[in-house]
């Protein structure tokens, strides 16, 4: 070890006077000389110590990693994809926070969907209508947690319009929408009813239950109509229907760290279940369709996933064994590449420790930073493991016609050194030839990361500091735990190489003829001789072969005792070996090596591989550019499920089922919020804010005619009561909500006290939502807000346009934005390390050019 240390020293002094000698290149050439050098004097040190104890160093290592593991205790894990890609700071998290501080939560649906069981059978008639209410009756008897939770007014949503101007008083008590509502749900009056076709075709029957309408819609809730040919009427009468959808609604109480309600989940997975266990004549197995089915169908998206994740764990643990494999046993290093893989696994591991400590939030995309590590780490592995072959160029003893191995195999053989000491000599120079290499790529992409994290999406952030901490662990695992490996596994080579030259000089020992004068028989001393340059064959050339092909070389000498002794002057390569002349020396080239050193070199500078190289980077990139080009933000509900095998499959069949035939009618339920405001004066303003907002297209206008302002208005004027200020005002909309007219309203208006102010109002609305994606909900989102604002002309206040998703759907415009910063923020950093670590603007820049190529190339693609 002091030997190792005294040449590292006296290296270091030799590369110091040298390049303070020559003084050349500008300040920052220099300074980047400066750093190189003290990079690879650093990492020869540190190799020197490693080496000489590769054991201890090892299981040193790996109680460190196990420390740094104890950080998985304190994990934060983060599963709602809201708090993982919108900050809170965003106007609908705002939205939320307000809304969910005044009011109760958004009513959710169960749906049931039923198809015809052959092409044949009707679902509007008699029969099937009564195997509907059989379901019907059926679903209502399903209950959860001991029968307390249920379809019916357990947990049903409840109907709150009421009877005003004429219309019917809702007999029904729970919000729901299907074809049974144009007999109100009761079968009684479907047997009643003698033409029911006749019903179903009228188009003003009112409906009891349904909140997106106060009129039954037959296309809302049937599909695959079929019509008469009567060419006089004024419009088609329906005669049959292929498909029903039936919609039951449920109050919700969401938890506040997992955004869903366990009550109504458990609920739904009796209601899958059961639903799906019935059989009918009429139609086929019926297809629930709830918030619990597709979460479990999305879960089963992951598992899919995760089987091709460890798919590809598997790929790359193959390829790092066969990237270090060699048929021959002396080069072969294929334990090594699977020691490499602990390395980075250790090192990710004990790196996400460090950073949960650090109180850095775990979500399932964190998890992809293993591949991101392993790749960087195996490469730094590699880059170790390809300059163990650099040649000692300022030694005496060493032969630039041989291998590295038979180098320091010889120099073991001919000058005694130990295996361990010549082991370490060849680990030592091979981590100050690779040191900087290693040091600069870890660098470069841990400040890359760390620049990354500065964006604020908290699920990029968050992945940008993982890969960060975890490249800084496996740098320093890659120069304690992998020059370990490293170390042992040379020993085990060198051990092997001068153990097979030993054999081989003594089978090269040449016998050239016995008898006469003793007749005794003298080996050819010069085999033994350091001196005599003897070249060793292969291990499976036999002794015949061998004297064959040197035949020609050899000088014959008889000796007094009529002994002649054969000299061999000259042998054969092994086959493995390649000689070249360079500057008057044989120089070693490695066959296994031979076309990416030479070969490879040779075509790609040559004229015709430097047009095909630029032509091609100019058509990839130019793609890259048109596909950026395209860029658009969107995302879709039908990415995120399956449609594999499984036991949540039907939850996909299902979705797929309602978009393809009640994609039409279907609507999903937004709230109308407003705040503190003067009403009475400003009534007017509420007025044009309601109408602005129903003249919107995606607006289900029906759905705005049950609202409380209006409500209240037709009360006042079915009483015949007058106000005259804002205090008369709203005292009477305490009267209001106190009468049996406006029981229906009291969740609609926030008070801050009994009979007190007005701190927030909430008015029930539906979108359409037939081919609707997120990219354009979230559209309608930002066109809803400009609408309310310049309708309301602030009179009152910030008006809120809200619907759960909105967080999820403003997160994608604002990811976009931030995608884009942090890319940008990571490729200045990797420019401005690249230019203190290199010395070099222009190679920075060239660099740091090639960076954004592939970026663009990736991202367009």
């Known amino acids: 070890t002091s030997e190792l240390q005294v040449e590292v020293e006296k290296e270091s002094s030799s590369s110091s006077s040298s390049s303070s000698s020559k003084e050349e290149g500008n300040l920052l050439n220099r300074l980047s000389k400066k750093v190189e050098l003290m990079i690879a004097i650093g990492c020869a040190r540190i190799a020197v110590a490693v080496s000489k104890r590769p054991w201890r160093t090892i299981w040193i290592s790996v109680f460190v990693c196990a420390l740094l593991s104890l950080g998985w205790f304190r994990i934060d894990d983060e599963q709602q994809v809201e708090n993982l890609y919108t900050p809170q700071t965003t106007r609908a998290f705002r939205d939320r926070k307000w809304v969910e501080d005044h009011f109760k939560d958004a009513d959710a649906s169960s749906d049931v969907l039923l198809n015809r069981e052959d092409g044949d059978t009707n679902l509007l008639d008699r029969a099937a209508l009564e195997e509907v209410f059989d379901l019907y009756e059926f679903a209502l008897t399903i209950d959860s947690e001991r029968r307390s939770r249920g379809y019916d007014e357990r947990s049903c949503a409840e109907v709150y319009w009421t009877s005003l101007e004429g219309r019917e008083v809702p007999t029904e008590t729970c919000q729901k929408a299907g074809i049974l509502a144009f007999w109100d749900w009761n079968r009684t009056k479907f047997h009643e009813d003698t033409d029911i076709l006749g019903t179903i075709n009228d188009r003003a029957k009112e409906d009891c239950c349904d909140p997106s309408g106060r009129v039954v819609t037959l296309e809302d809730v049937a599909a695959k109509l079929e019509y008469d040919d009567d060419p006089g009427a004024d419009s088609r009468r329906v005669t049959g229907a292929g498909a029903l959808k039936l919609k039951f609604y449920l109050t919700t109480s969401l938890n506040s760290i997992s955004r869903s309600d366990p009550h109504q989940l458990r609920l739904e997975n009796k209601f899958d279940r059961r639903l799906r266990g019935n059989r009918y004549a009429s139609f086929q197995q019926a297809l629930p369709l709830t918030g619990y089915g597709l979460g479990q169908n999305a879960d089963g998206a992951f598992d899919q996933d995760r089987l091709f994740i460890n798919l590809a764990i598997v790929l790359i643990v193959s390829y790092a064994y066969l990237a270090l494999w060699n048929r021959k046993a002396e080069k072969s290093r294929g334990g090594l590449g699977l020691g490499a893989v602990a390395c980075v696994v250790l090192s990710t591991v004990a790196g996400f420790g460090v950073a949960m400590v650090s109180g850095v939030t775990f979500s399932p995309s964190t998890g992809v930073a293993i591949f991101l590590v392993l790749g960087i780490g195996l490469d730094d592995s590699f880059v170790i493991a390809g300059a163990i072959d650099e040649p000692f160029e300022d030694e005496d003893w ?184 360079q500057g008057g020396k044989a120089a070693y080239v490695d066959d296994d090596h031979a076309f990416w050193t030479t070969h490879y070199p040779r075509y790609l500078l040559s004229t015709p591989g430097k047009v095909f190289v630029i032509a091609t980077s100019i058509v ?19 990415w995120t499920f399956v449609d594999a095998p499984g036991k949540y499959r039907y939850a996909r069949l299902a ?89 229906g309203y009291v969740d609609k208006i926030a008070f801050d006290g009994p009979r007190g102010n007005i701190v927030g109002t909430e008015i029930d609305t539906r979108w359409k939502d037939e081919d609707v994606t997120g990219g354009i909900n979230m559209r309608r989102m930002r066109n809803s807000r400009e609408e309310v604002r310049d309708a309301s002309k602030s009179r009152l206040g910030t008006v809120i346009v809200y619907n759960n998703q909105f967080v999820w759907h403003e997160s994608f415009a604002f990811i976009a934005g931030s995608t884009f910063f942090s890319m940008i923020i990571a490729v200045s950093t990797v420019f401005l390390v690249l230019v203190v670590l290199l010395g070099d603007v222009l190679a920075a820049t060239l660099v740091t050019a090639f960076v954004a190529d592939v970026c663009i190339c990736v991202f367009g693609s």
């Not at 040091?439 to 760390?450: G, K, N, P």
């Not at 990839?620 to 039908?638: K, N, T």
Request: charged share 30%.
């Open 398 to 581: 060493y032969d630039p016609a041989l291998s590295a191995l038979e180098n320091d195999a010889k120099r073991v053989i001919d000058q005694g050194e130990s295996i361990e000491d010549a082991a370490a000599r060849r680990i030592v120079h091979t981590l100050r030839s690779s040191g900087p290499s290693i040091t600069v790529t870890s660098i470069t992409d841990a400040a890359a990361f760390l620049a990354g994290s500065a964006t604020r999406t908290p699920d990029i952030a968050a992945f940008n500091r993982f890969c960060a901490i975890s490249v800084i662990v496996d740098f320093a695992m890659q120069l304690t735990f992998f020059v370990g490996l490293f170390t042992l596994d040379q020993r085990r080579r060198l051990r092997k190489k001068v153990g097979d030259m030993k054999d081989d000089r003594n089978k090269k020992v040449t016998t050239c003829c016995g008898g006469g004068g003793g007749g005794g028989v003298l080996k050819c001393c010069a085999a033994y001789a350091p001196e005599a340059s003897v070249r060793e064959a292969d291990e499976d050339d036999d002794v015949e072969e061998s004297e064959n092909e040197t035949s020609n070389k050899t000088s014959t000498t008889t000796t007094t005792g009529g002994e002649v002794v054969a000299v061999v002057a000259e042998e054969k390569h092994a086959e493995d070996k390649d000689v070249e002349e």
């Open 655 to 743: 979705f797929d089922f309602d978009r393809d035939h009640f994609s039409t009618g279907s609507s999903r339920w937004v709230g109308l919020y407003t705040k503190h405001a003067d009403y009475f004066a400003n009534g007017q303003a509420m007025r044009e804010t309601l109408d602005g907002y129903a003249q919107q297209g995606f607006v289900v206008t029906e759905s705005l005619s049950d609202n409380w302002f209006d409500e209240h208005a037709r009360w006042l004027a079915a009483t015949n009561r007058t106000v005259a200020s804002q205090l008369d005002w709203l005292a009477s909309l305490h009267d209001f909500l106190e009468d049996d007219a406006g029981l």
């Open 620 to 638: 990839v990139l130019a793609l890259g550019i048109v596909g950026c080009l395209r860029f658009e933000v969107d995302i879709d509900e039908d």
